[in-house]
C-alpha cells in the first residue's frame, strides 16, 4: 500500500467509525455489530501506527465512543419491566383470546391501547411527589434519569387529588412530529446532523448529561400502567382514569372492549388511521383488565399471559445483497450475514441483517448478488424476508456454507438437534475467547464498569490476558503504556476490576458462561449448592433432583466441570478473590421447609402484600406459580380471589388454605 493510498484509506475508516460511533451513541440505532466496529478500528490503529505522519488528535482511534450512559446510576426495579408477546395477525389475537378463556371461566374485558413508538420509563411517586425515574435498561435494572425526565413538563412533580403515599405508574417517552420536525430544521441551520426518527430523537435526549438540553427539546410522555399495592382498584381501565385525576397525562384513545371482535375492531381501525396521529405508534397493546384475573392468567419467564403486543406490519425495502460473511460467538455458534447495499429502512440506513443459520439460507435460497427483500422483524432487527427471483443472475450458485471457522479455521460441527453450526475450538478462537470475557464483565454478570469490549480487545491483542481470572491479575502500570489507555481511564478499570470481587456469588456463576446457566439457572444452582465446591463435586443425577434443573443443564455444568481448564480458571479466581459462596448474611432465615413444594397466591391479604408472601415461600424452599395445575401442593387465597382459581382447585383436589394457615406452615 502506498503512502497516499494508506491515507485515503485512513480518512475513509476515520469517517465511516464516526459514522458508526454517531448512529449508535446519539441516535441510539447501530448500524454494525461490536464485532465489525472493532475490526474496522483494528485495522484503523495499525494504518496509523504505520504512518504517523497521519497523526489526528479528532481520529476515533484517539477516542473511541462516548459513554454517554456512565453518570447514571443503575437502580433494580421494585417489580421486573417485561417486554410482551409479538403478534401480527387476526388469528395470533383469536388465539391469545383462546389461551385466556382456558385460565379465566367468569366473564372478562379488554383494554386496548395504542403502543407509542418512544421510550418506556418508571416513575415512582411517594407522598405525592416524583421521587425517581428509570428506563426500562434490561427489564431487571435501568439508568436513574429522574434529573432529565423533570424537564419533561407533561410529568407532573407533584400530584394533585388524593394519590397512594407511594405507587409505580409506567408509560412513553416520545417526541411528536410537529417538535420533532422544528429541532431537526434548527439543528440542520446550525450545522448539526438531523435524527432519523422521532424514537431515536426520544431515545438519545433522555441519555444526555446536561438537563438543560434536555429541557430545550420537545419531550412528551404518556403514562398507561399503574401499579402498586396501596391501588385497591381491580380494574386497568378505571385505575388508568383515576390517575388521570391526579395530574397525569393518560391517553384518550384507550378503550375496552367486551369481545376479542371487539378488539380485532379497534386494531383495524388504528391500522388505517395511524398516520392522522401527531406521533408515531407502531402498533396496539391488549390487556385483560381485571387486576386480579390477570394475576390468575400469571407469567412466563419473559411476558405476561394477559397482554399481548399486536405489531403493525413492517415497512420493507428492496436492495442487493453484496455478499455473505459469518461471525463466531462466545459459545462458537457460526451467524451468517448478509451484506447489504445501503438502504434506508424505518429512519435508518440498514447495511447488514442476519441470516441465522444454514437451513434459514436453503429455506430462502438467498444467494450472493440477489435482489432481496428486506424488513425490521419487529421494526428493530433488520432479516431478509425473501428474494426477487426475476431479476437473479442466470449464473447465480446456491451458497456452499463454510465447513471452517472463519477466524481459526477449525471444522465446524453440526451437533444433532441444533440449528448452529459451531467451531469447537473454545480455547483457542480469538472470538470465543473475547466473547466470553465479554459476557463475564457484562452488567448481569460481574458489572466491570470501567471496560468494554475495545477495551478487551485491546487487551488480548497485546496478550495480557487469555481468559477471565487473568483480569484479576493486571496492574495500572501493564495497562497505562497501551493505546487510549490514560492515567484515569487506566485507574478506572483496575479500581472496577476490583469492585468486581464483591459480586455475590450467583452472578460469578452466571458470568462463567456455562451453556444453559442463565441467570435464574445460575441463583437456583447457588442457593441450593451454596459455594462452588459442592456444586463441583455434585453428579447428574443430583443436579436433576434441583428443582427446574433438566437433564439438558445438568449434562452441561457436569461436563463444564470436567474440563481441567476450567478448573485451572476456578483455581485463578479463588485466589484473586472472587466470590464462590453465598454470603452467610444471605442465608438467614433460610429453610427448607416448604421444599418440594408449590404454592399459588391470589386475592388481597390482610398482613402481608403478595410480594412478601411469595418471598416468604421462596426462603423456605417452596416454589411460586402464577396458574393452578395438579402439581399445585397449595392455594394461598385471600379476599376478592377469582372464582375460577377456587373452581379450579376445587376440580383439582388443590388444598385451598388462608394467610395464617400458610403462616403457620412456616412453624
Excluded at 605 to 626: M, P, V, Y
Amino acid at each position: 500500500m502506498t503512502r497516499m493510498d494508506a491515507k485515503s484509506r485512513i480518512n475513509r475508516l476515520r469517517k465511516e467509525l464516526a459514522d458508526h460511533n454517531h448512529a449508535y451513541y446519539l441516535l441510539d440505532s447501530p448500524t454494525i455489530s461490536d464485532y465489525e466496529f472493532d475490526k474496522l478500528l483494528e485495522e484503523l490503529i495499525v494504518l496509523e501506527k504505520s504512518h504517523p505522519e497521519f497523526f489526528d488528535v479528532n481520529s476515533p482511534s484517539q477516542r473511541v465512543g462516548g459513554g454517554v450512559n456512565k453518570s447514571f446510576d443503575t437502580v433494580a426495579h421494585k417489580r421486573p419491566m417485561l417486554s410482551l408477546g409479538n403478534t401480527y395477525s387476526e388469528e395470533d389475537l383469536r388465539d391469545f383470546d383462546k389461551r385466556v378463556q382456558k385460565i379465566i371461566t367468569e366473564p372478562y374485558t379488554y383494554v386496548c391501547e395504542l403502543k407509542y413508538d418512544g421510550v418506556s420509563i418508571s416513575l415512582h411517586y411517594k407522598d405525592g411527589v416524583l421521587k425517581q425515574a428509570l428506563t426500562r435498561g434490561d427489564g431487571t435494572q435501568g439508568d436513574d434519569v429522574t434529573s432529565n425526565v423533570r424537564t419533561i413538563k407533561s410529568i407532573p412533580l407533584k400530584l394533585q387529588g388524593n394519590p397512594p403515599e407511594e405507587f409505580e405508574i409506567r408509560g412513553e417517552i416520545f417526541m411528536p412530529h410537529k417538535g420533532f420536525e422544528e429541532m431537526n430544521t434548527e439543528r440542520i441551520e446550525s450545522g448539526f446532523d438531523a435524527f432519523a426518527n422521532p424514537r431515536n430523537a426520544a431515545s438519545g435526549t433522555l441519555k444526555l448529561q446536561d438537563s438543560k438540553v434536555v429541557a430545550s427539546r420537545p419531550l412528551d410522555c404518556f403514562l398507561y400502567h399503574s401499579l402498586g399495592a396501596l391501588i385497591k382498584i381491580d380494574s386497568h381501565y378505571k385505575r388508568l382514569e383515576e390517575a388521570r385525576s391526579w395530574g397525569f397525562k393518560i391517553p384518550t384513545d384507550t378503550q375496552t372492549c367486551g369481545t376479542i371482535n371487539d378488539v380485532i375492531e379497534f386494531v383495524k381501525y388504528w391500522e388505517t388511521t395511524r398516520e392522522e396521529l401527531p406521533y408515531d405508534i407502531d402498533g396496539i397493546v391488549i390487556k385483560v383488565d381485571s387486576i386480579l384475573q390477570q394475576e390468575e392468567l400469571g407469567y412466563t419467564a419473559k411476558s405476561p399471559r394477559w397482554a399481548i403486543s399486536y405489531k403493525f406490519k413492517a415497512e420493507q425495502v428492496v436492495t442487493t445483497l453484496d455478499k455473505i460473511t459469518y461471525q463466531v460467538g462466545r459459545t462458537g455458534a457460526i451467524t451468517p450475514v448478509a451484506n447489504l447495499e445501503p438502504v434506508q429502512l424505518a429512519g435508518t440506513i440498514v447495511k447488514r441483517a442476519s441470516l441465522h443459520n444454514a437451513d434459514q439460507i436453503a429455506k430462502l435460497d438467498v444467494r450472493e448478488g440477489d435482489t432481496v427483500y428486506v424488513e425490521k422483524g419487529g421494526e428493530i432487527i433488520p432479516k431478509i424476508v425473501g428474494v426477487v427471483v426475476k431479476e437473479r443472475d442466470l449464473f447465480s450458485q446456491p451458497v456452499t456454507y463454510i465447513t471452517h471457522c472463519p477466524e481459526c479455521h477449525s471444522e465446524l460441527v453440526r451437533k444433532e438437534g441444533e440449528a448452529q453450526h459451531y467451531c469447537l475450538n473454545e480455547k483457542a478462537c480469538p472470538p470465543q475467547i473475547k466473547g466470553k470475557i465479554e459476557h463475564f464483565i457484562s452488567r448481569k454478570a460481574m458489572n466491570i464498569d470501567g471496560l468494554g469490549s475495545e477495551t478487551i480487545d485491546l487487551f488480548f491483542k497485546e496478550g495480557l490476558i487469555n481468559n477471565v481470572a487473568e483480569l484479576y491479575f493486571l496492574k495500572k502500570e501493564d495497562i497505562l503504556p497501551l493505546e487510549r489507555m490514560a492515567e484515569k481511564s487506566a485507574a478506572k478499570a483496575i479500581s472496577s476490576i476490583e469492585m468486581s470481587k464483591k459480586i455475590p456469588f450467583e452472578r460469578v456463576l452466571y458470568a462463567l458462561g456455562i451453556r444453559y446457566v442463565g441467570v435464574t439457572v445460575a441463583k437456583k444452582l447457588a442457593y441450593h449448592y451454596q459455594n462452588l465446591a459442592n456444586l463441583q463435586s455434585t453428579d447428574l443425577e443430583d443436579l436433576i433432583r434441583v428443582d427446574e434443573i433438566g437433564g439438558r443443564i445438568a449434562e452441561s455444568v457436569v461436563s463444564w466441570f470436567k474440563e481441567e481448564d476450567n478448573l485451572a480458571l476456578l483455581e485463578r479466581l479463588k485466589e484473586a478473590g472472587v466470590q464462590l459462596e453465598i454470603d452467610a448474611s444471605v442465608l438467614v432465615g433460610r429453610t427448607h421447609i416448604l421444599q418440594g413444594q408449590s404454592f399459588v397466591i391470589s386475592g388481597v391479604f390482610a398482613n402481608h402484600s403478595r410480594d412478601e408472601l411469595k418471598k416468604l415461600i421462596e426462603q423456605n424452599g417452596g416454589k411460586n406459580t402464577s396458574s393452578i395445575s395438579k402439581k399445585t401442593s397449595y392455594l394461598v387465597a385471600g379476599e376478592n380471589m377469582g372464582p375460577s382459581k377456587r373452581e379450579k382447585a376445587d376440580k383439582l383436589d388443590v388444598s385451598i388454605i388462608s394467610e395464617d394457615e400458610f403462616i403457620a406452615l412456616l412453624k
